[in-house]
């Protein structure tokens, strides 16, 4: 296992940022993020609904949006690797621009084989946006106010992915437009980066341990987000199937996914604040003690609108602080290349759990009718509640440090 040292820093150092260059470079990189969301919420529908139009079976629809979960756990671990030796300010804009151009190519090559290929590559380039970005906000944010800024990221990305679906039912799906106008806010992107040129911290060191070495120092955060990515899935993949079942009217299954999507804007900011303010392990045991609680609500108030609706806005937005909570973690104990490997370990995790997530829920319905689905989701919450006990248990609490180390 290869180890160094200390982790390079080229100038300018992120320690001697000033105040406004700090928040100049981060809202650089939420001003990216936002972008490339709206763009991502567009193309998932998108992709969905035309290949359906093409005479795609859902198996293959299915198949096809796997490349994303897919490309994000080989490509993702080559990050790190490409950063010391690629600036990031090159890297996001080449990922831009691969993404973008990869949205028009499927206007170009209009045959659901092709677009295998075409879906892995601007996954790809969008898995290297979101890491990269991460590794950035992370790297530059005080250790005072880590929490919130994560938060904020969270909020950001959920409220513009929740947009892009929008402007489909504003422009429609049809002909070539959804496309380019999809492939233009992935090239939006780059234009806030430049907010941040000159103010990008650059890594030139290897990380101290192994790619896969990082699941390992950090369970309790990166475990956190493989169950995050496995509830995720199942919730916008089944959660409506579940109502339909459970006696729901068809309006309450069209609005479960809106209101569990406002919970995830809404209570981020306030979930990273709390996560400055005590033990940020702590914070993560209880967002997967409510992962675990919402769902056993869920068979009581199915057929009841108005407690059903509080009980997914809180769970939704309690939820997605096991991603939240897990990123302040990861920049809490590291900096660097250290902090771009464990970020790494961190998204592939949730990938799997992405991947894993939806045959696991679809398998507990079929099995356990009509709650196969809380079964699973509290299942996998509860395995996170656990090893985020067990590590705070063993490994002792961790205090949020009251300097300002970024």
Request: with cysteine.
């Amino acid at each position: 296992m290869e180890r160094s040292t200390t982790t390079i820093i080229e100038p300018p150092a992120v320690e001697s940022l000033t105040d406004a260059e700090r928040r100049r470079s981060i809202a650089a990189a939420l001003g990216c993020i936002a972008a490339v969301g709206v763009g991502l919420g567009a193309t998932l529908p998108l992709l969905a609904l035309r290949m359906e139009s093409m005479g795609a079976s859902a198996t293959l629809i299915g198949l096809n949006t796997a490349m994303v979960g897919l490309s994000h756990i080989l490509f993702t671990p080559l990050v790190p690797r490409i950063l010391r030796h690629v600036p990031m300010m090159a890297f996001l804009i080449t990922c831009a621009m691969v993404a973008s151009l990869g949205t028009l190519a499927y206007v170009a090559l209009p045959d659901v084989y092709f677009w295998f290929p075409i879906r892995f590559v601007t996954a790809s380039a969008l898995a290297g946006l979101f890491i990269v970005s991460e590794i950035w906000i992370n790297q530059v944010t005080l250790e005072k106010s880590r929490g919130r800024v994560m938060g904020l990221y969270a909020t950001i990305f959920s409220g513009s992915f929740a947009l892009g679906p929008v402007m489909l039912l504003a422009i429609g799906t049809d002909g070539t437009l959804p496309f380019l106008l999809t492939a233009t806010m992935m090239l939006v992107a780059i234009l806030p980066l430049q907010l941040g040129k000159g103010l990008m911290p650059h890594l030139t060191e290897k990380p101290s341990h192994s790619f896969a070495a990082f699941i390992l120092v950090a369970p309790a955060a990166t475990f956190a987000a493989l169950a995050y990515g496995a509830i995720e899935t199942q919730v916008f993949n089944l959660l409506p199937i579940y109502s339909l079942r459970s006696g729901a009217t068809a309006d309450v299954a069209a609005l479960v996914l809106t209101v569990f999507a406002a919970g995830n804007v809404a209570l981020q900011v306030p979930i990273g604040y709390l996560a400055d303010r005590i033990d940020r392990r702590l914070v993560l045991a209880g967002c997967a003690a409510i992962g675990v609680a919402g769902p056993l609500l869920l068979p009581a108030t199915a057929g009841q609108p108005w407690l059903l609706y509080p009980v997914l806005f809180a769970y939704g937005g309690v939820v997605v602080g096991l991603y939240t909570v897990g990123l302040a973690l990861l920049g809490q104990r590291f900096s660097g290349a250290d902090l771009a490997g464990a970020n790494a370990a961190f998204v592939v995790m949730y990938s799997l759990g992405s991947l894993l997530g939806p045959a696991a829920g679809g398998i507990a319905m079929d099995t356990f009718q009509p709650h196969g689905l809380p079964m699973s989701l509290a299942l996998v919450a509860s395995f996170g509640l656990i090893l985020t006990l067990w590590r705070r248990s063993s490994a002792g609490p961790i205090d949020p440090p009251e300097g300002d180390r970024p």
